[in-house]
């Protein structure tokens, strides 16, 4: 009789071939937990970068405490590939929103939130933004002058995430004393405050009065990723008059963006636009009134 050698399946292997199972069946997934976390814990090491990026969400909204480190370490740099270090930022916030006790790594996120690496900064400021973590505003505000523009943003929506309103304040606030720097990152972001939007418009607007030019044209990028208004569309129409050459190729950009019935009312500049000094600026005005 002809004998048949078993050759026994490695052990990555094993742990890969469960992780497949659980995401092919989230049911069992979470029938499963804690075990389930487990193998998936244990199969990261051993995962491609597109099967960590698919495990990660399951581990951030299941894992809680026991997966506090083993994201940390991965955004850190336990991978090669920047897409699994940002997600694993993501994912620690959530995993630390639902832990029993998130301040050990809530102290080690702000201590390196002055690291050499701007990577590092800008991926420990994203993961300390989980909903109620005022404890960690403070050093998050710090960071909105920091001299990565990455680390900027991911401060100010780490702190959009934290969920406390007095962090619009705090904001609105530094946007009139702060450092230019700050100010440019509080303008580029504030938009992410959804829940605030009728003040957010509120605050762009009133801005471009006392702003410096430089900072116009940041506060008018802000602006043009909150929902068009009557209100905003009666400005545009008073900067399309400005001299500053760079607000009227702005707006006017801003506009492209726009479907064409939205921005009807302002034809009649358009129209003017069309003697514009400016060539750009004459030619982006006809593509938007050749619109339909």
Request: include cysteine; hydrophobic fraction near 45%.
């Amino acid at each position: 009789m002809k004998t048949v050698t078993l050759v026994p399946m490695k052990r990555p292997e094993r742990l890969i071939e469960k992780a497949q199972n659980y995401l092919a069946d989230m049911e069992a997934f979470f029938l499963d937990t804690p075990d389930a976390v487990t193998i998936m814990l244990d199969a990261l090491p051993h995962a491609d970068t597109e099967f960590i990026l698919k495990m990660l969400p399951l581990l951030g909204v299941a894992g809680k405490d026991r997966v506090l480190w083993p994201l940390y370490r991965l955004m850190r740099g336990g991978s090669a590939d920047d897409s699994v270090c940002l997600s694993a930022a993501v994912q620690l916030g959530l995993a630390a929103s639902l832990s029993n006790d998130s301040s050990a790594l809530r102290a080690e996120l702000i201590k390196n939130l002055s690291h050499p690496e701007a990577s590092v900064r800008s991926n420990c400021a994203l993961a300390l933004g989980w909903e109620g973590n005022w404890p960690a505003v403070e050093s998050l505000m710090a960071h909105l002058s920091d001299p990565d523009r990455n680390v900027q943003a991911a401060a100010i929506a780490a702190l959009t995430s934290v969920g406390d309103l007095r962090v619009f304040d705090l904001l609105t606030a530094r946007l009139e004393r702060g450092t230019a720097e700050e100010q440019r990152s509080i303008l580029l972001n504030l938009w992410r405050f959804a829940e605030k939007i009728p003040q957010v418009e509120d605050v762009y607007l009133g801005s471009m009065e006392t702003l410096s030019p430089d900072l116009r044209v940041d506060a008018l990028s802000g602006l043009a990723m909150v929902p068009l208004s009557a209100t905003i569309l009666n400005r545009y129409r008073q900067l399309l008059k400005e001299e500053d050459l760079r607000i009227r190729r702005q707006v006017l950009e801003i506009l492209s963006a726009e479907d064409p019935v939205d921005y009807a009312s302002l034809k009649d500049i358009l129209c003017v636009l069309l003697a514009d000094k400016d060539a750009q600026v004459r030619q982006a005005a006809t593509r938007l009134l050749a619109r339909r």
